[in-house]
Every structure is written in structure tokens, then in C-alpha cells.
């Protein structure tokens, strides 16, 4: 395949069914709403880190709104093949957005490997314990989130690198 078809292909992927793109955004909301209740239910249950249910329930409400912005027809190019005003934005705020996530995240690494492993009982560690259930959660999300990003970044290099092969073989 071309360099160019497959850029063509990314910036306009063949059309699917709107019922399979509903439930596929159900699926990735599902980790965001279960973040914004356990963040909520054990608000106050991690006084050995009290930011790490702040951090859980923050990550859910802006990952929410991160797939709510998806779904905004902002993101469609005018007749002429340029953007429209309304898109730009839309562009920003995702920009703007996902980079508040990553730097969160770095942030929320802090609070919840910094106490690993923490003091679970409460009745033995008084007030420098932490819920099992939140921060396990925690811990889990953000490790699954970090294997992710480690993941897409291997898969976007052995693209391009790809590319480059195919590219030169061309030439």
C-alpha cells in the first residue's frame, strides 16, 4: 500500500454501522463510569493518600467528557477539504483535554505507587490506611493505562517505521 492511500485511509476510514460505533462507545465508557463511582463511594475512605479517590474520580469525569466531545460532529471537514471554525475548537479542547489527562495521570502515579503497599486495615494503621477496593482500582487502572500507552507508542513506531520501508522500496 502506498504511504499516501494509507494516510488517505487514516484521515477517512471506511464507513461502519452506527449501531456497532454506539455500543463500542458504551464499552470504553464503561471504565470511566465505574472510576467516577468508586471514586465517589470511597471519597473519603484513603486518608494515607486522600488525592488517589480525587485522582479516580477526576479521570473517570474527564474521560467521560473526552468520549462525550467525540461524539460532537465537529470533526468533519468542509466541502472545500479545509476545517471549519467549529472543528478547530473542537480540536483544541481535545488537545487541551488529553494532555490534562496525561499530566493527571502522572500525577495520580505519584499518590498511588508512592504509599504501594499501603495499610489496608484500618482498625491496626488508624488514619494511615487506605480502602483495598479504591486502591487496587487505582492501581489497576493505572498500571492497564500505562501498558496502553506503552503499547501504542511501540505500534505507532513499528507503523512508521513501515512506512519508511515501504516508502524507500518504492523509490
Known sequence: MDPKQMW????????????????????????????????????????????????VLVCGVFSVFLALLS?????????????????????????????????????????IYSIYPPKYNQTVAGDLY????????AFWTTTVGYIMLGLTLLLGCCVCICACICGSAQN
Do not use: H
Open 8 to 55: 488517505s485511509y487514516v484521515k477517512s476510514p471506511p464507513t461502519t454501522n452506527t449501531a456497532c460505533l454506539v455500543i463500542t462507545k458504551l464499552l470504553f465508557l464503561a471504565l470511566p463510569i465505574a472510576q467516577i463511582t468508586i471514586g465517589a463511594v470511597y471519597l473519603q475512605d484513603c486518608p494515607q493518600q486522600r488525592y488517589i479517590p480525587v485522582y
Open 71 to 111: 461524539c460532537l460532529p465537529c470533526a468533519r471537514e468542509t466541502e472545500e477539504g479545509g476545517q471549519n471554525a467549529l472543528s478547530c475548537i473542537c480540536n483544541v479542547w481535545n488537545a487541551l483535554v488529553s494532555t490534562f489527562l496525561v499530566c493527571w495521570m502522572i500525577c495520580g502515579s505519584v499518590w
Open 130 to 137: 487506605c480502602n483495598k477496593t479504591l486502591y487496587l482500582f
